[in-house]
């Protein structure tokens, strides 16, 4: 998608300067910076469901006891064990 971005003189200044320190373009840094905001509201809004919360600490226990499989063939060895649906 390409888009036209106007910053007022100062904030240009700083995306510049903050381009030229990182020595990336100023379009890798405007990008960058996008990716960020948008992971950290992504984060925020993980944060604020108490479901997805409540589901990662069940996945982080399943982990600490050792109650996860890795890989293709641990899958189907499981998915053989069970009756069918």
Do not use: C, F
Request: hydrophobic share 45%; glycine share 4%; proline share 5%.
């Amino acid at each position: 998608m390409a888009m036209t971005l106007r910053l007022p003189d100062e904030l240009g200044a700083e995306l510049r300067a903050a381009a030229e320190e990182d020595r990336r373009s100023v379009h890798q840094t405007i990008a960058l910076a996008v990716e960020n905001y948008l992971a950290v509201r992504e984060t925020a809004e993980v944060k604020a469901d108490p479901d997805t919360l409540r589901a990662l600490a069940e996945a982080r226990e399943s982990v600490r006891e050792g109650d996860v499989v890795y890989g293709v063939d641990a899958v189907r060895r499981l998915l053989r064990g069970r009756p069918p649906a």
